[in-house]
Every structure is written in C-alpha cells, then in structure tokens.
C-alpha cells in the first residue's frame, strides 16, 4: 500500500481526498495535517511514502513544509495541490524537490494515477501547470542558438517522446500513447536528457518548447 498524508487548510479538500483515494486498494491515507507546522509532525509520526501538499496555509505554508522535507535522511516524495497555476509558486515548488504538481480539480484518475507515477519514481506536472512552468522559466527572451542544434540530433522516435514529455504525460501515459514499453519509454527519456544537455523533464520541455515542436 502506497502510505498518503494529506496537507491541507480546507477540511472539505481533506474530505474530498479520503474519497477519492479511499476508492483506490492501493493507496492509503495514514495522517492528516491543516497546516504546515502540524504537517512536519505528521509526516515525522506516519512515515508516509507521498505527501498530498498544498501551497498556501496559514502560519506554515507549503513551500517551507518542502524546504524542512529535504532535511529528512528519508524524505517522502511530494506532489504539491493547488487552485492555481499562474505564478512563481510552481517554480519554487519544483526548486524545493516536489515531484509533482497537480491542481485540485484535477479528475480523480489523473490524481491516483499521479500519486502512482510519482510513488514509482516520475516526476508529474499536470498539462496545465506544465505550460505554466516553460512560459514562466523561459519567458519571452531570445531562443538559445544550440537548441536548433541540440533538437536535431533527436532521432523522429525520441521527438515524438519528447513532445509528449512536454506536453505533461507520465511515462506510462507516453507509453500508452506511443504503444512503447515503459522501460523502452525511460530508456528514450534518459537518452533525450544526455543529448539536450539537460537533467530533468523541465528542462527538457523547455527546450522542446522553444524549438517549436509544440506548435
């Protein structure tokens, strides 16, 4: 069973997050906290595996709650939820160690299948705040002349995974999409990485993005 502590300031959210996940045998909700400064106790007492985290709480918000999980010899893997995708909050999120960001209406497959992805060890950006995350690191300056260069060495199999990348799919769901295994899908995502010169799936959606393959 995949160990869940939800982290948030509305009790109807918590509420609404017992049922979701409740309908799932494979996931379980071992504590819950309404603020930051409960949370950090919380998540010392219940060992939990993922943290349901939201951003903006009274006192202790969620960035700081991700700030003190870095600390930890063992820290769970954090998916941040939120009402919003429009600000700097996103980046700073991911800055922190969240492995997933999701906004709170998203439909509860894609929540459950968040918390699985990210249990597995995929990063997950819902489609939304994946736009918001390469308008917001990019912005609107000049693009780098060895993107061109770099995209061009990507063999047509590894753009198509690079644009589903981009465009906010888990690697299971690029390799539904793409009818590939999922250690073929990985194997192609870490040679994506090494020819972009790049580490993570925000970067390298960045870099799909400012070559135009999402137009």
Not at 85 to 111: I, S, Y
């Amino acid at each position: 069973m995949i160990r869940i502590v939800v982290v948030d300031d509305d009790p109807l959210v918590r509420t609404g997050l017992r049922l979701i996940l409740g309908a799932d045998a494979e996931l379980g909700i071992v504590g819950e906290a309404d603020d930051g400064d409960n949370a950090l106790r919380v998540i010392r007492e219940a060992g939990p595996d993922i943290v349901l985290l939201d951003i903006r709480m009274p006192r202790v918000d969620g960035l700081v709650v991700l700030e003190h999980l870095a600390r930890l010899a063992s820290p769970p893997r954090a998916i941040v939820l939120t009402t919003f995708n429009t600000d700097d909050h996103v980046l700073r999120a991911l800055r922190l160690g969240a492995h997933g960001f999701l906004l709170k209406d998203a439909d509860p497959p894609e929540m459950i299948n968040a918390i699985k992805a990210v249990h597995r060890g995929d990063p997950v950006l819902s489609p939304a705040v994946t736009a918001t995350v390469i308008a917001a690191a990019t912005g609107h300056g000049d693009v780098d002349p060895r993107i061109p260069a770099a995209v061009a060495d990507l063999s047509p199999r590894e753009r198509e995974v690079a644009v589903a990348l981009a465009r906010g799919l888990t690697n299971l769901e690029i390799g539904k999409q793409l009818y590939l295994s999922l250690a073929t899908v990985k194997a192609t995502v870490a040679r994506i990485f090494a020819k972009l010169g790049v580490d993570n799936r925000v970067s390298a959606a960045m870099i799909v993005r400012d070559a135009g393959l999402l137009d």
